[in-house]
């Protein structure tokens, strides 16, 4: 349920309502507009009638959220969700670009990689050291001297870190070193571990499960947002169909439904997407045309010699080029690229 209060609505009566909200055993989530706040409330509802809200002083309509997602909902928060990551907004005008290798693999890969990306225009840098591997008997990652060598890269670049969590048990460790914590396809539907994450006030990138509809997608992001977590940015990364020429089928409809139906930032991986550095660029542009409020692509150094995702992983310099060909697309969309410097916040 959500309750709107009236234009010029008093501190007294929006207490009211949260009273309310509480004494029926619903949890209160507030979101102030420019005149107005609505309260939503979340939890169990057996309300069989929304009357003892509408006669509550200061309010000026209560209606049922329609979807079952309810704080990632655009019914919930119309305007789109605007927050800074360590460096620049994700949300607004601004395109967020995070590059980076699949995998940290050495110190001088990351460190070459990071400067490499950041001088070509990204501005974050993603490094897995936790990776989530098919097979077990493949590199699983550097774990905490990978997290050391991604710090000294943001030591050098300015650029913050976007790593992959994988299990609870990283998260102490993890707190002291990322800006961002991705979770994987994969883990999209550990819902222990987005308990967790709902409860850091770290972003968190949240990446579509390799076969989720965008409603599971949406309902794992509730989880987030439950637990107080607001800074939740979706990734689309391809989902799995019938066709083999790709690695998985790019959802390009998923970045309007998404932006459609939350007010939550919206990015896309072409680098999962496609599983080849062919196809990357081309799907970097038609998702920023779609209106993605960002992209995550791998890049590395020596793609041939990657220990992972090398096929897909672009060069520096054809990164470069894709990012040419982004910002011409992001201008005629009425944004840029966001540069790296203090970010204003504007708010969830
Ligand atoms: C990754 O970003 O390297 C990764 C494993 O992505 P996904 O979870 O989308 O497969
Ligand atoms: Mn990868």
């Known amino acids: 349920m959500i309750v709107v209060m009236k234009p010029h609505y008093t501190p007294q009566q929006l207490e009211g309502v949260v009273n309310a909200v509480k004494a029926h055993g619903l949890t209160a989530h507030i979101t ?16 069989p009638s929304l009357d003892p809200f509408e006669i509550l002083d200061g309010v000026e309509s209560v209606k049922r959220i329609s979807q079952p997602y309810k704080l990632g909902s655009r019914q919930v928060h119309p305007e789109n969700s605007v927050f800074p990551i360590d460096g620049f907004n994700v949300g607004g005008s601004d395109i967020a670009i995070i590059a980076g290798p699949c995998a940290v693999e050495s110190k001088s890969q990351i460190l070459e990689t990071a400067h490499a990306v950041r001088e070509a225009g990204a501005n974050a840098l993603r490094g897995g050291v936790f990776k989530p591997r098919t097979s077990p008997y493949s590199f699983q990652g550097l774990g905490e001297e990978g997290l050391e060598y991604l710090a000294e890269a943001r030591e050098q670049t300015g650029m913050p870190i976007v790593v992959e969590i994988m299990s609870q048990t990283q998260l102490d460790l993890m707190l002291n070193y990322v800006d961002v914590f991705q979770v994987g396809a994969r883990n999209m539907q550990n819902f222990n571990l987005l308990r967790m994450l709902g409860e850091t006030r770290k972003t968190v990138l949240l990446k579509r499960g390799l076969s989720a509809t965008i409603e599971e997608l949406l309902m794992s992001a509730e989880y987030l947002l439950a637990g107080g977590n ?9 989902i799995r169909t019938f066709e083999t020429a790709t690695r998985n089928t790019t959802d390009i409809n998923a970045i309007p439904v998404l932006k459609n139906l ?19 660029t081309a799907i970097a542009r038609a998702a920023v045309a779609a209106g993605a409020d960002g992209l995550i692509v791998e890049v590395h150094p020596d793609p041939a010699r990657a220990v992972s995702d090398g096929k897909q992983s672009l060069k520096p310099e054809k990164f470069a080029e894709m990012v040419k060909q982004v910002k011409a697309i992001a201008e005629v969309m009425g944004r840029r690229i966001a540069p790296i410097g203090k970010p204003v916040a504007v708010g969830w």
């Open 32 to 47: 102030y507009g420019v005149e107005t706040a609505i309260v939503a409330a979340v939890g169990e509802f057996h309300i």
């Open 262 to 280: 939350t007010h939550l930032p919206v990015i896309l991986d072409p680098s999962h997407a496609t599983g080849q550095a062919d196809y990357v």
């Open 230 to 238: 607001k800074q939740v940015i979706l990734c689309e990364r391809g």
